[in-house]
Nanobody, 115 residues
């Protein structure tokens, strides 16, 4: 059974930082393409960052230079380090994995940036 379990969401002040984690099980983690998406109230879900099995990464323009995606294949965990957070980063953040035709989603973790 595939599971993606996110953690680390919180309420943080503008300019603050958070690290999100996503623990995976039930599929071959090391060959999977992993990503973080987010969905703000009333908006479509958007791709935030992607990390490939090669460890190369892509980022949305809105988070470049502030967010870093990384993976630990031994721990089967993907991370999203978020720095200099802005109110517009407020959203539910979802972990996503694709591997050999399978597409998997986590349940989401809430990030709120507010003073």
């Amino acid at each position: 059974q595939v599971q993606l379990v996110e953690s680390g969401g919180d309420l943080v002040q503008p300019g603050g930082s958070l690290i999100l984690s996503c623990a995976a099980s039930g599929f071959t983690f090391s060959t999977a393409t992993l990503a973080w998406y987010r969905q703000a109230p009333g908006k479509q879900r958007e791709l935030v960052a992607t990390i490939f099995s090669s460890a190369s990464t892509n980022y949305a323009d809105s988070v470049k230079g502030r967010f870093t995606i990384s993976r630990d294949n031994a721990k089967k965990t993907v991370y999203l380090q978020m720095l200099r957070l802005k109110p517009e980063d407020t959203a539910v953040y979802y972990c996503h994995a694709e591997n050999y035709g399978g597409v998997y989603w986590g349940q989401g973790t809430q990030v709120t940036v507010s003073s």
